[in-house]
């Protein structure tokens, strides 16, 4: 079981593991960046959102240029990431989050098959017409709002009253942080989805606060970016899509796969390759300890 947490350790520490993370991470955003240079979005003007709510006509936005709304979350994205590669925790923060998510996507469709239920509401269900560029820049604009609402302002208010309660207090207070912004964060899924989605949002919801108290903030910002802008990679083939709105990702659509899936073949000759590696150097050192694969 040792073995195991060192060989574990050395592969989240590895600097070359790190890398091979943010390049993955980079993808949705340099696909969005060649759409929106290309068809020339990056100089328009959308509206950004300020206060809204699924269901609730009633709104409060602002007309900012794109190059500008859109600048500041890539910013966001790209410090976040930078952020925990500089401490070496992105892999341990990506390596929860997918399992995370394929966990969560299995539960929900092992209780959507008995219970019968069905999505409301999915991307390729919907006709797209005019709207590919407000979709994509709803992909990173929705993220931002949902990790603000739900995780960011909890935890200013949690790390506020932690100066103020005991310690037994606090841990209660984070229990709380934990579970009603994460029920509020269904409530607000379910106008769009309906409870088909109900366990998913919960789990992931769950792990993104718990991942946002031991790493920061920028832990759920920049999964549920990534996250919810993946699908920006296949847009160019997708249904409902008009091709000459989406030109540059259609174009483009089957370097942008090849270059997902060799990451994805790499990436596992990466672990493989660093887990053998110390698994060999453990059995010649024996107790001796392992030095972390720079």
Known sequence: MNNIKIILKQIFHSRIIQVSVVIFF???????????LYCGF?????????????GVHCEFSVLL?????????GI??????????????????????ISTVVIADLLEALVNHYTGLKEMETINGINLS???????????????WEEVVF?????????????RISKKMYSYSKAIYIIVPSIMCVIYHMP??????????????VVFSYLDLKYSFFASLILHYMYDSEIIINMGKMKGVPLN??????????????????????????????????????KMGKNKKCDIIM
């Open 130 to 144: 005019g709207k590919v560029n407000m979709v994509i820049f709803a992909s990173w604009q929705n993220p931002l």
């Open 76 to 97: 966001s994205y790209v410090v976040g990431i930078l952020l925990l590669y500089k401490k070496r925790e992105l892999s341990k923060v990506f390596f929860c989050g």
């Open 42 to 54: 990056i100089t328009s003007r959308n509206r950004f959102l300020i206060l809204f709510w699924p």
């Open 65 to 73: 240029p794109v190059w500008l709304s859109f600048g500041l979350m």
């Open 192 to 205: 769009n989805h309906g409870p088909a989605r109900i366990v998913d949002t919960f789990i992931i919801a």
């Open 245 to 282: 709105e989406v030109y540059w990702l259609n174009k483009n659509y089957h370097t942008l796969n090849t270059i997902f899936s060799l990451w994805i073949l790499s990436f596992i000759a990466l672990i493989l390759l660093i887990a053998i590696w110390n698994i060999c150097r453990l």
């Open 26 to 36: 980079m993808m949705p955003l340099v696909a969005t960046l060649g759409q929106y």
């Open 151 to 163: 995780r960011g302002i909890p935890l200013i208010i949690l790390y506020y009253v932690s100066k």
